[in-house]
């Protein structure tokens, strides 16, 4: 992963913040709240890129749709399921009304946006999220996005339900540079990854977020389940 994952002017960032997630990170969330946490629920993923987070619960047997400013699904050899996707500009655009109760599950952009830095747009996405979502908002953000007045702020209004750190640090490589990276591409992370969880269906205090720490996979897993 390159370290201007989290540079604003890192030249080697994508324009839309897109970093591939591996399915590990969506299977150490499902595993860590469990499968009943989401019964009943649709999981939407607002920037699915090239599809693993909605692949993940549609293996577990959720209905899932995703949606993009673009159509990645499948890119770099991932195999993806026949899901509803729509391109769709989940910042700008305006909220999708499901209809169903709904869970939005999403690793979001951190700061740029078309190649523009937007200020805070890791909350705006979250805060747009809660708005749209019935039931549950799980963000997968660097560890350090949970620090901040900015935070505080939007933990004031709503407070997280879980913080579920990922004691293995993902790599996140660039979804437009993994193939000139190569075998490096998901490899060697250099940055702590965490999921935030909110609960619109749960009034949670100052004091009562629950905090789990996910166990790193071993050698053997790391190697035959890489980019997967």
Same mark, same amino acid.
């Given at each position: ?5 989290? =540079? %604003? ?18 299977? %150490? ?7 009943? %946490? ?70 979001? #952009? ?8 937007? &200020? ?11 708005? &749209? ?5 799980? &963000? ?19 407070? #997280? ?11 996140? #490589? #660039? ?9 490096? &591409? ?22 009562? =977020?629950? =905090? ?11 190697? %035959?389940?890489?980019?997967?």
């Amino acid at each position: 992963m390159s370290a201007a994952e989290l =540079t %604003a002017l890192g030249e080697d960032r994508h324009p839309w913040d897109w970093y591939v997630d591996e399915s590990w990170c969506t299977e %150490a969330l499902i595993a860590t709240l469990g499968l009943g %946490a989401f019964a009943d629920q649709h999981i939407h993923d607002p920037c699915c890129g090239r599809g693993t987070i909605p692949e993940v619960f549609d293996l577990f047997g959720f209905d899932v749709s995703g949606g993009d400013v673009e159509d990645r699904r499948g890119e770099w050899g991932f195999a993806c399921g026949n899901w509803p996707f729509s391109i769709r500009d989940f910042f700008r655009d305006p909220p999708v009304r499901f209809g169903v109760r709904t869970s939005i599950v999403f690793n979001p #952009p951190y700061s740029l946006q078309n190649g523009c830095i937007i &200020a805070g747009l890791t909350s705006l996405m979250v805060a747009r999220a809660l708005r &749209a979502a019935s039931d549950k908002v799980c &963000a997968l953000v660097p560890a350090k996005w949970t620090y901040s007045d900015e935070r505080y702020r939007l933990f004031q209004r709503k407070m #997280p339900s879980d913080i579920i750190h990922l004691m293995e640090r993902p790599s996140m #490589p #660039p979804g437009h540079l993994i193939g000139e990276m190569g075998d490096k &591409a998901f490899r060697d992370g250099k940055v702590d990854y965490c999921w935030v969880v909110f609960d619109n269906r749960v009034v949670v205090g100052a004091g009562d =977020t629950r =905090t789990h720490f996910v166990k790193p996979r071993d050698a053997v897993f790391k190697n %035959a389940e890489r980019g997967r």
